[in-house]
């Protein structure tokens, strides 16, 4: 399809273990986010990307957390040593262009994260 | 301080009536845009609608429209003509200018359409 993909859709780890969530944007956007929802709450900022530089990682919650996108188009966002405060929806999204503008970001369907 | 404000946790409209969801505001930003974005059950955003702190008229699009007043600092939705469709979680979110291109969103509003 023409939108964000991100897989798997869910994700069940146990505490301790590594996890890689995939983010696919659309094709020929230059900026690309992630962002972590709790549940009932709104989303939250991780990070953003301008093709393949990540330019904000001011909402990584910990150094456990790691997100990259090396060729400027997919991006891997990776949890090391889960922790149950982990567990929550992270959504990947994507806009056409780079500089600050109008332009919406466009969402995927989200990773459910659970961690036991 | 809580940029974004939404202090409806949840409302009800009757099917085909119009219904507000309330939106307010915090940045001392001079330039800074506003996005109303919908999440079904299914957990898609679906982007609804955008305005510019500049932008003089209130955007529309199609059933949609956003009651700006710029003075108050708020940014209120007004969906009219409610369909059954239109139940699902409402988030309003803020980009600014200063903190680049991150959208900062509210706790959101949970809307019901009853037949």
């Known amino acids: 399809g023409a939108g964000v993909s991100q897989s798997p859709r869910y994700k069940v780890a146990k505490r301790g273990q590594d996890v890689a969530l995939r983010c696919d944007p659309i094709s020929g956007h230059v900026s690309l986010f992630w962002y972590q929802q709790a549940l009932g709450q709104g989303p939250e900022f991780l990070t953003y990307f301008q093709n393949e530089a990540q330019l904000d990682k001011s909402g990584l919650p910990s150094d456990r957390f790691f997100a990259e996108r090396p060729e400027g188009s997919v991006s891997t966002l990776k949890i090391q040593r889960t922790q149950q405060e982990d567990s929550a929806v992270y959504l990947c999204a994507s806009s056409r262009l780079a500089a600050y503008s109008n332009q919406p970001q466009h969402f995927g369907d989200g990773t459910r994260l659970s961690i036991l | 301080a809580q940029k974004i404000t939404q202090t409806q946790p949840g409302m009800f409209v009757q099917e085909k009536e119009a219904v507000t969801l309330d939106c307010t505001y915090d940045t001392s930003d001079q330039s800074y845009g506003l996005f109303w974005y919908k999440q079904p059950s299914s957990g898609e955003m679906i982007f609804l609608i955008y305005?510019?702190?500049?932008?003089?008229q209130n955007a529309t699009e199609g059933r949609y429209s956003l009651n700006f007043q710029k003075a108050r600092k708020s940014a209120n939705l007004v969906i009219s003509a409610s369909q059954l469709g239109d139940s699902a979680m409402y988030f309003c979110a803020m980009r600014e200018r200063e903190y680049g291109n991150k959208l900062v969103f509210g706790a959101g509003t949970i809307l019901r359409v009853k037949s």
């Open positions: 305005q510019g702190s500049y932008d003089e």
